[in-house]
């Protein structure tokens, strides 16, 4: 019977790390290497041939899954696919289960998800928004060595990182809305995430108003509106810049209420 | 009726469940090649050098074809129907959409086969492309088609398809209100299942065995043959079995350029389309502008309609002028208006060519005549089950092309609406039939309806 | 490496990054899941990764080294159609038959883990699988059947050589 040869750069050399130390030394400094999660968007972009990398990391042995508790403290490892964060409390539940249909969910990764390239045209990355409201920090290896990090100072770098895991404070309430296209499963065209601590600080941030999810730091007073001070929308195919500007106060305004009413 | 409504066999409904139908992309013959496409990257564009030696010696590379190896490059879908042939198999001297197939190769893999088509030398000379079909008429519009922006081949070497009954002045100068509106439906992608595909066995008696998901086997045949030049026994074309066509798969869009490649390699050959090929470069069904004027009196009687419709063909005709003439025959909808000043163009512009999907040339004038219809009611405050009523065909009235209705079910069907949204109906409306019209049904101005409008 | 497909095992040449669809159909000539996108985005190529449905095109080979791989021929032949494969029959939820392999594992796992006949259950679990012909209520349809458990009589809808059985029914 021929091989199947349609798809590859034969010449990818492919690591498959046993453990994280193993993965840690072989991403290196992370250049010329394509790190291979769940593979629901880089097997994509090797059968198109966006990519032709010259070393493939496949991650999913490296024991890196699994959703840890150390008090109010949570742990996510970098392969744990979205599928077991679904019944996790707002904002990070909800919009892990908004992502794709089950099938999909079952394979793709949280490391895969946060690391999400630029994707033209096709918002990936919406867990950024739900953990950056979460106040998540990511230990991420890559040249300099293991660091950790709040992650919205992460995501500005994560084509050249390795993300090991994500952890946050358990919020005391969360809330998450999110604009979808009227199919079972799409992209996410727009999502605003809402936290609120123990303390009962307020912290906000939305996906697919730019390049990586972001804070809104404007609008965690009560001011919906104004969180058009913090971005920039674009028009994309799934929507243009003007409709993203009028709709996205609308849920800011809907989990800024959806928080308060929380208990 | 022994069928309809009765429980029978789907002759496939097994093989589906059980993944034995054959599809064309199942079929398994050993040493079959894999083709790609080189593709315009440009809307519109001379193509100012075109060479393919270095595709051609790449080790693994079987057969390059470009419209030099085409025997009858020209050949229109449907000329047999008057329309003449104005589209290239493959692109020569100019690409008039991004997607226009220029050049295809065989390789023995996929990734040779990518990598063959990038080596091919190319350059292009762009033009300014015509995409807005409002702006085809423009003074200092893009010339984009060699015949000029829009299709002069309707009966008579008309320009337009044009229809003309009764006395549309007399309608407008008697209406009490004038309602216009504009709809313009965008093009949509069939999207199918199954992508584009088709394999082409060269057999060792000189035939060819052609795997297609054709919807339409006998007219792939004939356009196959007359691209190729050789009579219709020459090709086994083994079809029937389509992973969704809607329309879109009635293009020939592979099976001549398999059966080239085929030929000149001596080898199977395969060309499978992407997805990303599949909504970016496959016919899809037309954008459509239309304008519509209706004359109306108060009381919700429509006397007359003026309608401009400008339909989108993308670079080429293909079956664009026959898509437009169904679409003018039924641009009244299921309503008679008895005055009418239609006129359609089959416009040009630097996109894929569009083709046929359900309900061809039909579902535009549909959408449009029905929100119209609401539109006028909504203008004359009268109720908008009511108004559909009052203007339905009845036995007698006539089409736009001037066909006798005998036996017009929209009464019917929009009363047996009304009750099931539970919309209460006056007594007379309720009471209303398909019969030819009299008394309150027949108003003056439908008395001197004409059975013989002029059209063309 | 290897690869146990519908019970047999395979040992595969293919490169490890290459997506378990290609591996199926070309290496292994195995057509039942379908080559829609490439991409994720419709379903057709979705079998049954150690019971759990996938993309089939998204799955590097590598990462089902030693798995156990069901596609639709796996589900049941002609002579004997499986609960699902019978429902499917029976409820006319085919029409072109090109979203129907993706479809029905996908049912079967969604059946399989005890999932019920509500409609919009059936909808979220199938909320990955395109299809453009049938418009859906069928296959809904078909999945509730085979969820409830029916029993069908395929006498009228399967008619044919191989298929001469009078009732069905879930395991």
Same mark, same amino acid.
Request: proline share 5%.
């Given at each position: 019977?021929?091989?199947?040869?349609?798809?590859?750069?034969?010449?990818?050399?492919?690591?498959?790390?046993?453990?994280?130390?193993?993965?840690?030394?072989?991403?290196?400094?992370?250049?010329?290497?394509?790190?291979?999660?769940?593979?629901?968007?880089?097997?994509?972009?090797?059968?198109?041939?966006?990519?032709?990398?010259?070393?493939?990391?496949?991650?999913?042995?490296?024991?890196?899954?699994?959703?840890?508790?150390?008090?109010?403290?949570?742990?996510?490892?970098?392969?744990?696919?979205?599928?077991?964060?679904? %019944?996790?409390?707002?904002?990070?539940?909800?919009?892990?289960?908004?992502?794709?249909?089950?099938?999909?969910?079952?394979?793709?990764?949280?490391?895969?998800?946060?690391?999400?390239?630029?994707?033209?045209?096709?918002?990936?990355?919406?867990? !950024?928004?739900?953990?950056? $409201?979460?106040?998540?920090?990511?230990?991420?290896?890559?040249?300099?060595?293991?660091?950790?990090?709040?992650?919205?100072?992460?995501?500005?770098?994560?084509?050249?990182?390795?993300?090991?895991?994500?952890?946050?404070?358990?919020?005391?309430?969360?809330?998450?809305?999110?604009? %979808?296209?009227?199919?079972?499963?799409?992209?996410?065209?727009?999502?605003?995430?809402?936290?609120?601590?123990?303390?009962?600080?307020?912290?906000?941030?939305?996906?697919?108003?730019?390049?990586?999810?972001?804070?809104?730091?404007? $609008?965690?007073?009560?001011?919906?509106?104004?969180?058009?001070?913090?971005?920039?929308?674009?028009?994309?195919?799934?929507?243009?810049?003007?409709?993203?500007?009028?709709?996205?106060?609308?849920?800011?305004?809907?989990?800024?209420?959806?928080?308060?009413?929380?208990? | 009726?022994?069928?309809?409504?009765?429980?029978?066999?789907?002759?496939?409904?097994?093989?589906?469940?059980?993944?034995?139908?054959?599809?064309?992309?199942?079929?398994?013959?050993?040493?079959?090649?894999?083709?790609?496409?080189?593709?315009?990257?440009?809307?519109?564009?001379?193509?100012?050098?075109?060479?393919?030696?270095?595709?051609?010696?790449?080790?693994?590379?079987?057969?390059?074809?470009?419209?030099?190896?085409?025997?009858?490059?020209?050949?229109?879908?449907?000329?047999? /129907?008057?329309?003449?042939?104005?589209?290239?198999?493959?692109?020569?001297?100019?690409?008039?959409?991004?997607?226009? +197939?220029?050049?295809?190769?065989?390789?023995?893999?996929?990734?040779?086969?990518?990598?063959?088509?990038?080596?091919?030398?190319?350059?292009?000379?762009?033009?300014?492309?015509?995409?807005?079909?409002?702006?085809?008429?423009?003074?200092?519009?893009?010339?984009?088609?060699?015949?000029?922006?829009?299709?002069?081949?309707?009966?008579?070497?008309?320009?337009?398809?044009?229809?003309?009954?009764?006395?549309?002045?007399?309608?407008?100068?008697?209406?009490?209100?004038?309602?216009?509106?504009?709809?313009? +439906?965008?093009?949509?992608?069939?999207?199918?299942?199954?992508?584009?595909?088709?394999?082409?066995?060269?057999?060792?008696?000189?035939? /060819? @065995?052609?795997?297609?998901?054709?919807?339409?086997?006998?007219?792939?045949?004939?356009?196959?043959?007359?691209?190729?030049?050789?009579?219709?026994?020459?090709?086994?074309?083994?079809?029937?079995?389509?992973?969704?066509?809607?329309?879109?798969?009635?293009?020939? $869009?592979?099976?001549?350029?398999?059966?080239?490649?085929? &030929?000149?390699?001596?080898?199977?050959?395969?060309?499978?389309?992407?997805?990303?090929?599949?909504?970016?470069?496959?016919?899809?069904?037309?954008?459509?502008?239309?304008?519509?004027?209706?004359?109306?009196?108060?009381?919700?009687?429509?006397?007359?309609?003026?309608?401009?419709?400008?339909?989108?063909?993308?670079?080429?005709?293909?079956?664009?002028?026959?898509?437009?003439?169904?679409?003018?025959?039924?641009?009244?909808?299921?309503?008679?208006? +008895?005055?009418?000043?239609?006129?359609?163009?089959?416009?040009?512009?630097?996109?894929?060519?569009?083709?046929? &999907?359900?309900?061809?040339?039909?579902?535009?004038?549909?959408?449009?005549?029905?929100?119209?219809?609401?539109?006028?009611?909504?203008?004359?405050?009268?109720?908008?089950?009511?108004?559909?009523?009052?203007?339905?065909?009845?036995?007698? %009235?006539?089409?736009?092309?001037?066909?006798?209705? @005998?036996?017009?079910?929209?009464?019917?069907?929009?009363?047996?609406?009304?009750?099931?949204?539970?919309?209460?109906?006056?007594?007379?409306?309720?009471?209303?039939?398909?019969?030819?019209?009299?008394?309150?049904?027949?108003?003056?101005?439908?008395?001197?309806?004409?059975?013989?409008?002029?059209?063309? | 490496?290897?690869?146990?497909?519908?019970?047999?095992?395979?040992?595969?040449?293919?490169?490890?990054?290459?997506?378990?669809?290609?591996?199926?159909?070309?290496?292994?000539?195995?057509?039942?899941?379908?080559?829609?996108?490439?991409?994720?985005?419709?379903?057709?190529?979705?079998?049954?990764?150690?019971?759990?449905?996938?993309?089939?095109?998204?799955?590097?080979?590598?990462?089902?080294?030693?798995?156990?791989?069901?596609?639709?021929?796996?589900?049941?032949?002609?002579?004997?159609?499986?609960?699902?494969? !019978?429902?499917?029959?029976?409820?006319?939820?085919?029409?072109?038959?090109?979203?129907?392999?993706?479809?029905?594992?996908?049912?079967?796992?969604?059946?399989?883990?005890?999932?019920?006949?509500?409609?919009?259950?059936?909808?979220?679990?199938?909320?990955?699988?395109?299809?453009?012909?049938?418009?859906?209520?069928?296959?809904?349809?078909?999945?509730?059947?085979?969820?409830?458990?029916?029993?069908?009589?395929? @006498?009228?809808?399967?008619?044919?050589?191989?298929?001469?059985?009078?009732?069905?029914?879930?395991?």
């Amino acid at each position: 019977m021929a091989t199947a040869s349609l798809a590859l750069n034969e010449a990818t050399e492919v690591l498959r790390p046993g453990s994280e130390d193993e993965a840690v030394e072989a991403f290196g400094d992370g250049k010329d290497v394509l790190v291979v999660g769940g593979g629901t968007i880089v097997v994509a972009d090797l059968t198109y041939r966006r990519v032709q990398p010259a070393r493939a990391l496949l991650l999913r042995d490296a024991g890196l899954a699994g959703i840890s508790r150390d008090g109010s403290r949570v742990t996510i490892g970098a392969t744990t696919p979205l599928e077991e964060l679904v %019944d996790l409390p707002a904002p990070i539940g909800p919009c892990a289960a908004n992502v794709a249909d089950r099938e999909i969910r079952g394979a793709a990764t949280v490391g895969g998800n946060l690391c999400a390239g630029e994707g033209v045209e096709a918002p990936r990355g919406d867990l !950024q928004g739900a953990l950056i $409201a979460a106040g998540a920090t990511v230990r991420s290896a890559g040249e300099g060595g293991i660091a950790e990090e709040p992650l919205e100072d992460f995501l500005p770098k994560r084509g050249g990182r390795l993300l090991l895991s994500v952890s946050y404070e358990e919020p005391a309430a969360g809330a998450f809305a999110a604009l %979808d296209r009227p199919h079972t499963h799409d992209y996410t065209t727009m999502a605003v995430s809402g936290a609120r601590a123990a303390d009962g600080t307020i912290r906000l941030a939305a996906t697919g108003t730019g390049t990586h999810g972001v804070r809104l730091p404007s $609008a965690e007073g009560g001011d919906a509106q104004a969180v058009l001070n913090d971005v920039t929308p674009h028009d994309d195919a799934l929507a243009s810049a003007w409709y993203r500007r009028k709709v996205l106060p609308v849920l800011v305004r809907r989990v800024l209420d959806e928080l308060k009413g929380a208990a | 009726m022994k069928v309809v409504g009765a429980r029978i066999p789907r002759y496939d409904g097994v093989a589906h469940v059980t993944g034995r139908t054959t599809y064309v992309d199942d079929v398994r013959i050993p040493g079959t090649l894999w083709a790609k496409a080189l593709r315009s990257p440009h809307h519109h564009a001379g193509i100012t050098k075109l060479d393919t030696r270095p595709a051609e010696e790449m080790p693994g590379v079987h057969a390059v074809i470009t419209w030099e190896d085409v025997p009858h490059l020209v050949y229109g879908h449907l000329e047999a /129907l008057g329309i003449p042939a104005d589209e290239p198999l493959l692109a020569k001297d100019e690409v008039r959409y991004k997607g226009q +197939p220029i050049a295809l190769v065989a390789a023995e893999n996929e990734e040779l086969a990518v990598e063959a088509v990038s080596r091919i030398e190319i350059e292009f000379e762009e033009r300014p492309a015509l995409l807005d079909v409002r702006k085809a008429f423009d003074e200092d519009a893009p010339e984009i088609h060699k015949e000029g922006n829009w299709y002069r081949h309707f009966e008579n070497e008309m320009d337009r398809r044009q229809i003309r009954k009764g006395d549309i002045a007399k309608a407008f100068e008697q209406a009490d209100t004038i309602v216009q509106g504009v709809y313009r +439906p965008a093009a949509i992608e069939h999207a199918p299942l199954e992508t584009q595909v088709c394999q082409v066995v060269p057999e060792a008696n000189g035939r /060819l @065995t052609i795997y297609s998901c054709t919807q339409a086997l006998y007219f792939s045949m004939g356009v196959i043959a007359a691209h190729l030049q050789v009579p219709l026994n020459k090709l086994k074309v083994v079809g029937g079995t389509t992973g969704g066509g809607f329309g879109g798969k009635v293009d020939t $869009a592979t099976e001549t350029m398999c059966c080239l490649l085929a &030929m000149k390699s001596g080898k199977p050959v395969k060309w499978r389309w992407t997805r990303e090929e599949e909504f970016l470069c496959s016919s899809t069904r037309a954008p459509w502008h239309m304008e519509i004027a209706d004359a109306v009196t108060k009381d919700g009687w429509i006397l007359g309609r003026k309608m401009l419709t400008l339909h989108d063909a993308g670079a080429y005709s293909r079956f664009s002028p026959y898509g437009l003439t169904k679409h003018s025959f039924h641009h009244t909808g299921a309503y008679t208006i +008895p005055n009418l000043e239609f006129d359609g163009y089959v416009v040009y512009t630097n996109r894929v060519p569009t083709t046929a &999907m359900r309900g061809f040339g039909v579902t535009s004038v549909s959408f449009a005549t029905e929100t119209h219809m609401s539109r006028v009611a909504d203008v004359l405050g009268v109720d908008p089950i009511e108004i559909r009523l009052k203007n339905a065909n009845r036995i007698g %009235d006539t089409s736009p092309n001037g066909i006798v209705y @005998t036996d017009p079910s929209t009464v019917s069907t929009i009363q047996t609406i009304a009750e099931a949204i539970g919309h209460e109906l006056p007594a007379d409306y309720r009471t209303m039939t398909s019969e030819p019209r009299s008394g309150e049904w027949l108003p003056e101005h439908l008395v001197a309806q004409t059975a013989n409008p002029e059209d063309h | 490496m290897n690869l146990t497909v519908n019970g047999v095992s395979h040992e595969i040449e293919s490169d490890l990054l290459t997506p378990l669809l290609d591996v199926l159909r070309e290496e292994l000539g195995i057509t039942g899941p379908k080559a829609g996108c490439h991409q994720g985005g419709c379903g057709a190529c979705t079998v049954l990764v150690d019971g759990e449905p996938r993309r089939s095109c998204l799955v590097p080979i590598a990462y089902v080294d030693g798995g156990e791989i069901t596609t639709v021929e796996g589900l049941g032949t002609p002579e004997e159609l499986s609960p699902v494969q !019978q429902a499917f029959v029976h409820h006319y939820a085919a029409q072109c038959g090109y979203c129907t392999s993706g479809m029905m594992l996908a049912a079967q796992a969604y059946v399989a883990g005890g999932g019920t006949h509500d409609t919009e259950a059936i909808q979220e679990a199938l909320g990955g699988h395109v299809c453009r012909c049938t418009g859906y209520s069928k296959i809904v349809e078909a999945v509730a059947a085979a969820a409830r458990g029916d029993e069908f009589d395929l @006498t009228e809808t399967a008619v044919g050589k191989y298929t001469t059985m009078t009732t069905g029914g879930a395991e």
